[in-house]
């Protein structure tokens, strides 16, 4: 892993995070390579997808859940393992398709307002009181009335709500005293 990101050095810095098994690899915020069974894959999409394959890489391709997957992220050709240098087109082709993607993702998310009763607007946030229509039921008439909600409850049992949570009557433990030595 450690030869990989020194590869990777001209994106400037770039970090590991373990992942299934694996490292994914980040320069900024932005996933640009995968560590998997010991292989490096670099970010790929549409526009440099041809380039990987015409240098001879392959795609991942994981088998899970009955199927088999193939990634966005390809293998570089074997003498761009050796230097930087060499690598540091290809990582080029990397950060770029991982920062279209991004920008692509960004770009099919609705608006926060276009999502009809899914976000309140900022000023309903402020004052805890929505304008969106929203289903029938209790919550909704509490919100109606200018209500926010109370903190959401505990989970149920014991073990989830603690002590504290439990009443007297319910059988709740005490501490434990520290043992003498």
């Known amino acids: 892993m450690l030869h ?25 915020d932005r996933m640009v390579a995968l560590i998997a069974f010991e292989r490096l894959y670099l970010k790929v999409d549409d526009s440099t997808r041809d380039a990987f394959e015409r240098a001879g890489g392959e795609p991942f391709v994981y088998a899970g859940a009955g199927r088999t997957s193939t990634m966005s992220y390809w293998t570089v050709p074997a003498e761009a393992m050796d230097a930087p240098a060499l690598m ?7 950060l770029q398709a991982a920062l279209r993607a991004a920008a692509a993702k960004a770009g099919t998310r609705a608006p926060a307002a276009a999502k009809a009763g899914t976000r ?31 903190a959401r409850p505990a989970r149920q049992g014991a073990a ?14 005490r501490p434990r005293r520290p043992r003498r030595t």
Request: charged letters at 10%; hydrophobic letters at 50%; aromatic letters at 6%.
């Open 4 to 28: 990989s990101l020194e590869l990777l050095g001209s994106l400037g810095a770039v970090q590991a995070r373990r992942m299934f098994g694996g490292w994914g690899l980040y320069a900024g």
């Open 120 to 150: 309140a607007p900022a000023a309903a946030k402020a004052t805890g009181v929505s304008s969106a229509p929203k289903a029938a039921g209790a919550r909704s008439a509490a919100n109606a009335a200018g209500v926010r909600p109370a």
């Open 88 to 94: 540091a087109p290809w990582a080029r082709l990397a």
């Open 160 to 173: 989830a709500a603690g002590p504290a949570a439990t009443p007297a009557s319910a059988g709740a433990r």
